[in-house]
């Protein structure tokens, strides 16, 4: 696996699904998700290791510093699609099985 | 600004020149963040958490020069490691017998009356002792080893001494 699922990082992999091509930044991030920056950095930072997750400074204008930004690669968006295929059909499962036990 | 925004302010750029090379990209990032921050609170929450996130960073990047280092350089093995672990423990048991002594024999708490407790006060460090090996027994075990060591060398020693007195 190229990345631990944890509740948070499906939080983030759906946020950047909102808007698969767009650039995001971290504050707007952690709004969307509810997530602090204590869990949300590092799992930025793991899934750009993992290349997952491209990066680029912001160029701003002139007296601004610029501003980190972050979007899918092309396999991050594979990945993230992927996970969200296998989750909805877990889900669909789930509502099957609870279907038979009804 | 207010007085929490310039707190967190000063802390992110505090970590940042503490923080190794590899993590000034994601340091940088976090406090670039601050200025699209609204409140000052909230600012100085988002400093707390990424200055830890920050430290956490820093610490897996010189954990990885650091076994580099004992690796290519030093060349330390399994068994130095051990050894190493096995003397750290050796050693924090005697700094505490040393301070355990300290206080009884050179009345540095007059107050406590200390001294009237005699070898009873060895009891102290020996529980520390076996309290500290029982829980570093799995994750550090050559620690625990040393620790108990010298709770061992320290027993026999009160035994030997109430033997003869």
């Given amino acids: ?102 | 600004m207010g007085a929490p925004r310039g707190l967190a302010e000063r802390l992110l750029r505090a970590v940042i020149r503490l923080a190794p090379g590899e993590s000034t990209e994601w340091a940088t990032a976090m406090l670039r963040e601050l200025d699209f921050i609204e409140g000052d609170w909230e600012a100085l929450f988002w400093a707390l958490g990424s200055a830890t996130v920050i430290l956490r960073h820093a610490a897996g990047v010189w954990r990885g020069w650091f076994k580099g280092r004992t690796k290519e350089d030093v060349g330390m093995n399994s068994t130095g490691k051990k050894a190493l672990g096995v003397g750290l423990g050796i050693f924090s048991a005697l700094a505490l017998i040393g301070c355990a002594f300290a206080m009884l024999r050179l009345y540095l708490f007059p107050g406590l009356g200390l001294y009237r407790l005699g070898w009873t006060v060895i009891v102290i460090p020996e529980v520390i002792f076996i309290v500290a090996a029982v829980v570093l027994w799995r994750k550090r075990g050559p620690v625990a080893a040393g620790i108990l060591t010298m709770a061992l060398v320290v027993g026999l020693h009160l035994a030997v001494h109430l033997t003869a007195h």
């Fill in chain 1, 1 to 102: 696996m190229k990345l631990r699922l944890s509740p948070q990082t499906v939080l983030v992999l759906d946020a950047f699904l909102e808007q698969p091509e767009g650039w995001m930044y971290g504050y707007d991030l952690s709004r969307v998700t509810g997530l602090k920056s204590g869990t949300l950095y590092p799992i930025l930072i793991r899934m750009a290791e993992r290349k997952l997750l491209e990066t680029q400074w912001e160029t701003m204008e002139a007296g601004r510093p610029p501003r980190h930004m972050y979007r899918f690669t092309p396999e991050g968006l594979r990945f993230a699609r992927a996970n969200m295929t296998s989750r909805a059909r877990g889900g669909l499962d789930q509502v099957a099985l609870g279907l038979v036990e009804g």
